[in-house]
């Protein structure tokens, strides 16, 4: 479905992405994993058209997106929840969705109703400011939102930054529903290990911009590949280790 | 009693304009980070298209002929159609610049809408009498009140009132002021940036239009530059009232408007020369105690 080949991202002088090629198929839950600064952020970026690569090239459906708009791939159906997650603060909740709507492949007001059936919180607040919302809820929104683009990949950068672990726990889950149950393809950025091979199909481990380690997540259970993949040694300070399987 | 009334309805209907010229600048700003000096420059196009171009001392006017509602659609329509060409010819193509070379740039654009009208019209300024009945005084209770002051005031409540409307409940609407929320998570979700620049341009070019037509039937009189002073205003207008707010715009122009009214109005008379630099002492004053200005534009802040 999504093809990213040898793909190069730089700011000015300093390449902050290495030839890195990923693939995700049809209906997987596909996770890169990385260290802050390792380029994570910048390839999603990029496979949204926020960003445009040097060298390289990316293929959605077999058609390449590499440097169109954002609007346009975004009317491919993909859709991008960047770090942060991005909502409109001043808008209210109901209208932080229907801008979600703007694509419209469906009616909004019948989309509205299918994400407050799917996110009661959401319905509650429909009237209140995206700022007055908690993190998990706001978290909650911006995943709606993307949902009332009709997109048939997601993006997520780092849907678990600055959440309680029960609300982070409730989002994957949320996720896993929507590529169970409405074979939605996902692809999440993570910095911590501790969710994610219980979640994703499959991860790439990312550092210094290029991948270190790839693999179906039943084969890479044992953590010690991922953690020197991850680090980049093999022992890891004691403090370090975020995931609880690593002995 | 009556002075009072007189001279509150002075300082609303200055506060309008200045309201009106704010609300364009706001427009383009909350958008494009763009402070479109140029503002004024559309306010000058849309009081010249009233008339024959030509160079000679009197004016004959053109569109200034028409119904009354023909010329404000035709001027509205003129000044759109600049404003977009503006944007189209120099504005998109640097879209992704620093904010200096986008003020920079807007300062081109002045300079050259001033150099042509200066060259297609001349450099005297010439005489109009747009809507003589408007000029014409309303006798209420004891009170003389010109109709101009209190059409500017209604018209300006009713395009704050329609643009609001606009903005809270059109589809448009809500994907303009996520754009100036966050205009690249606005294209993220599908907002199409063109059209939402595009339409921030036509608008800002619509207040600028009803502007010029109000200032024109006010002074009677045209010149090269006549919208800068009014633009200049309307840029302090929008700082005081904060910079990306558009109600803060609203605010600011009010604000900048009974402000100097009530400075023209109270300071002795020895004194009236220098109410700018009263008012402007005054407005220094507020900007040390409040930077971000009166409404704080949580956009500004969270971006960066």
């Not at chain 1, 990213?4 to 596909?30: F, H, K, N, W």
């Not at chain 1, 019948?110 to 407050?116: F, M, P, Q, T, V």
């Not at chain 2, 002073?229 to 005081?240: E, G, K, N, S």
């Amino acid at each position: 479905m999504l093809q990213v080949q040898s793909v190069s991202i730089r700011y000015g002088r300093v390449t902050v992405v290495r030839d890195l090629s990923l693939t995700v198929a049809r209906g997987e839950l596909v996770c890169v994993l990385g260290q802050n600064g390792a380029g994570k952020s910048s390839v999603m970026a990029a496979v949204a058209g926020g960003i445009v690569p040097y060298r390289g090239n990316i293929l959605f459906e077999q058609m390449p997106i590499l440097a169109r708009s954002p609007e346009y791939i975004a009317r491919l159906g993909i859709s991008f929840i960047p770090e942060g997650r991005r909502v409109f603060p001043e808008l209210t909740v109901g209208e932080n969705l229907l801008v979600g709507g703007t694509i419209g492949r469906g009616k909004p007001a019948d989309d509205l109703n299918d994400i407050y059936a799917y996110f009661p919180r959401l319905k509650e607040r429909h009237s209140a400011p995206a700022r007055q919302l908690s993190g998990g809820e706001q978290q909650m929104l911006a995943i709606g939102r993307a949902l009332m683009t009709h997109p048939t990949l997601m993006l997520i950068d780092e849907p678990s930054l600055g959440l309680a672990p029960r609300i982070v726990d409730q989002v994957y889950e949320i996720l896993l529903h929507l590529r169970n149950d409405r074979g939605m393809t996902l692809l999440v950025n993570e910095q911590s290990t501790t969710r994610i091979l219980r979640y994703a199909d499959r991860i790439y481990v990312l550092r210094n911009g290029s991948i270190q380690l790839e693999g179906k997540t039943g084969m890479l259970r044992s953590g010690d590949a991922i953690q020197k993949a991850y680090f980049g040694f093999g022992e890891g300070g004691a403090s370090m280790t975020a995931d609880g399987r690593v002995a | 009693m009556s002075y009072f009334v007189q001279v509150a309805i002075d300082a609303l209907s200055l506060g309008s304009l200045y309201a009106l010229a704010a609300l364009g600048l706001g427009l383009i700003f909350s958008i494009l980070r763009l402070i479109n000096f140029a503002h004024g420059d559309f306010i000058t196009i849309g009081a010249y298209s009233l008339i024959v171009p030509s160079a000679s001392a009197t004016a004959a006017f053109f569109i200034g002929a028409w119904h009354w509602y023909a010329v404000v659609l035709a001027v509205c329509i003129v000044v759109a159609m600049f404003a977009l060409l503006a944007d189209n010819l120099v504005f998109r193509w640097v879209r992704e610049a620093t904010p200096t070379t986008l003020l920079t740039a807007s300062f081109g654009v002045s300079y050259l809408i001033q150099n042509s009208v200066l060259l297609i019209y001349g450099a005297r300024p010439k005489a109009i009498d747009l809507w003589p009945v408007l000029n014409s005084q309303l006798s209420v209770a004891g009170l003389r009140i010109p109709l101009l002051q209190i059409v500017t005031i209604l018209t300006t409540l009713a395009l704050v009132t329609v643009l609001t409307f606009f903005l809270k409940f059109t589809s448009a609407g809500i994907q303009m002021r996520a754009a100036a929320s966050d205009f690249t998570m606005a294209r993220y979700l599908g907002v199409r940036a063109d059209r939402v620049i595009a339409l921030a341009f036509g608008l800002s070019g619509v207040l600028a239009a009803v502007v010029s037509l109000l200032f024109a039937t006010q002074t009677g009189s045209l010149s090269f530059n006549m919208g800068v002073p009014i633009a200049l205003f309307a840029f302090v207008a929008t700082v005081v009232g904060g910079l990306g707010s558009l109600e803060g715009s609203v605010l600011g122009g009010f604000s900048v408007g009974i402000t100097m009214t009530l400075l023209q109005a109270l300071l002795p008379i020895s004194l009236r020369p220098f109410r700018d630099a009263f008012a402007f002492g005054l407005i220094l004053l507020l900007l040390i105690f409040r930077p971000s200005g009166l409404v704080r534009a949580s956009a500004l802040v969270d971006r960066v």
